[in-house]
């Protein structure tokens, strides 16, 4: 049975930092794509970041998140600083490799003062 669970959702000051896990089970997690989306109230959900081997970035968050990956614990995390309001959203974890395509239910991230 596959499960994405995330984790490390919260709620932050602007200029402040999370870390977001996302925890991988009933698949083979170093040869799937991993990826972070969000979605805020009324928009479509994005795509955050991206990681085969090498982080992809959205130009929203280029500079203050970092996507990263441990195959041995079939994990993969996004770090975030510097946050802003404008980065309160639900934030999702996908796994995909290529007609397989695997989302979790979602941490909610608040950037308020």
């Known amino acids: 049975q596959v499960q994405l669970v995330e984790s490390g959702g919260g709620l932050v000051q602007p200029g402040g930092s999370l870390r977001l896990s996302c925890a991988a089970s009933g698949f083979t997690f170093s040869t799937y794509v991993m990826s972070w989306y969000r979605q805020a109230p009324g928009k479509e959900r994005e795509l955050v970041a991206a990681?085969?081997?090498?982080?992809n970035y959205a130009d929203s968050v280029k500079g203050r998140f970092t996507i990263s990956r441990d195959n041995g614990k079939n994990t993969v995390y996004l770090q975030m600083n510097s946050l802003r309001p404008e980065d309160t959203a639900v934030y999702y974890c996908k796994a995909a490799r290529f007609a397989s395509v695997y989302w979790g239910q979602g941490t909610q991230v608040t950037v308020s003062s």
């Open positions: 990681i085969a081997t090498a982080g």
